[in-house]
């Protein structure tokens, strides 16, 4: 990847300390740049949008699954991308796209209006339907999946023997600022509208993108570096061959892919549809909003005290350890659903979202070029965000049927249950591929 610096006033090479600080700071602001595409980012517009179009709490759910299924096809193929042309000009376009998506889901009723002027149909919800279903997939693709994918694999590439405690720094800011992101938009929703509020993210999209090309850069190699700030020496071949480098047909081949995949999958299952539901789950529970949006600051601090302290033990320790910790959160934050009504069951909720958060970080950042190497990080890291994505995708629907037919959310736990029975059985045999 040629012309690292261009279109950019910045020359990693003039800075008296090693760049990789400045892409530990850039790229944990790149992962936050993506929670209007996150569910921790959509949750808060649910109800407003959703009575806006005209959608019931099913059709509104569903537009979000069939919008965040089509971007798991395309979301692995940008891992490719990533691979190919790098994290600088992947993000840059993920960020301007994102923007874009944005602005257009500030305007989702205007289009659907004037498109059913246009087919002479004034009573109908396909067309707002299919509008929001649209435009989730784009900030579905473009923020979920394209940003937050490259920019958390460009940490990952500028640093390999502190790459576990430099993902703890970007872990505690991402925890913050997502744990933080729904009190915020909130005030944005109450303040400016809904639509307002979209425009003013989509502002801020914009901003950040030029921040990107001018800050972005995709690994040390090409700066004659190398990872956590070495200088690049003849003599270092040896050391580099001591890094196997996976490729995606030898990665599936392990049983470590697809248990992390499906372990990490089940996090992003669980939480999306507890989080794009959250206020009505806790009001079926006769909790209020502002209650249910307060539980989101105490599972962020957990989170951020296991990411942290997993994190630098990361370098030290065997991952398997994290898969198995994950799976026994998956199952404290089921149970904690199950018995939501109860003051103990929240408790239950917290700490195993808290938890399961945490690892996740971990697992999700570090893991990944830990046991299958840097070369093809892109392409595996592709794949395994297509699992995230199809989970989340699912997830609001599962949720929101099990209440608005089984009459509650809580039923939702003896799916979970049973999915982390199967994970925790198929994973005794997991070991390190390295």
């Not at 019931?56 to 569903?62: G, I, M, P, V, W």
């Not at 490719?80 to 889901?105: E, H, K, M, P, Q």
């Not at 599962?398 to 994973?427: D, E, K, P, Q």
Request: some cysteine; glycine content about 8%.
């Amino acid at each position: 990847m040629k012309h690292s610096n261009k279109f950019s006033f910045v020359n990693p090479k003039t800075f008296p300390f090693f760049y990789g600080y400045i892409i530990l700071g850039v790229g944990s602001a790149g992962i936050l740049a993506s929670i209007p595409g996150q569910t921790v980012g959509v949750s808060v517009f649910t109800d407003p949008v959703k009575d806006a179009l005209g959608l019931t709490r099913n059709q509104f759910s569903n537009a979000y699954m069939f919008g965040t299924l089509l971007s798991a096809f395309f979301v692995a193929r940008a891992g490719v991308l990533f691979d190919r042309f790098g994290a600088r000009y992947v993000a840059f376009f993920s960020a301007l796209c994102l923007g874009v998506s944005l602005l257009l889901c500030s305007k989702s009723v205007l289009i659907s209006e004037s498109i059913k002027a246009l087919i002479n149909i004034e009573k109908t919800w396909i067309v707002p339907f299919g509008v929001i279903t649209l435009l989730f997939f784009a900030i579905r693709f473009f923020g979920q999946g394209v940003l937050t994918m490259s920019s958390r694999n460009m940490i990952m590439m500028w640093f390999d023997k502190n790459r576990g405690k430099i993902n703890a720094i970007s872990s505690i800011t991402v925890s913050l600022g997502f744990s933080s992101a729904p009190i915020f938009i909130n005030y944005l929703v109450d303040n400016y509208g809904w639509e307002g509020s979209w425009q003013i993210l989509a502002l801020c999209l914009f901003i950040f993108s030029i921040v990107v090309i001018q800050f972005y850069r995709n690994n040390p190699e090409e700066l004659g570096l190398k990872p956590d700030g070495k200088i690049k020496k003849t003599k270092s071949k040896k050391v580099s061959k001591k890094e196997k480098h996976f490729t995606l047909k030898e990665a599936k081949q392990t049983r470590a892919f697809w248990m992390i995949g499906l372990a990490l999958a089940f996090n992003s299952f669980f939480v999306t549809g507890f989080t794009f539901h959250v206020i009505s789950i806790f009001s079926s529970q006769d909790y209020t909003k502002l209650q249910a949006i307060a539980v989101f600051l105490p599972i962020s601090v957990i989170a951020i005290i296991v990411s942290t302290t997993c994190n630098i033990l990361s370098d030290y320790i065997s991952h398997i350890v994290y898969l198995y910790s994950m799976l026994f959160a998956g199952v404290l934050a089921s149970l904690g659903l199950l018995f939501l009504g109860q003051q103990f069951g929240v408790y239950l909720l917290i700490f195993g979202l808290g938890v399961f958060g945490g690892l996740f970080a971990v697992v999700n950042a570090v893991t990944w070029p830990r046991y299958f190497g840097r070369k093809h990080l892109g392409a595996i890291t592709g794949k395994a965000m297509s699992f995230l994505v199809i989970a989340s995708a699912i997830a609001p629907s599962l949720f929101s049927y099990c209440y608005t037919i089984l009459g509650s959310y809580s039923n939702i736990s003896y799916i979970t249950l049973g999915f982390l029975l199967f994970l925790i059985l198929a994973s005794l045999k997991v070991r390190s591929p390295q």
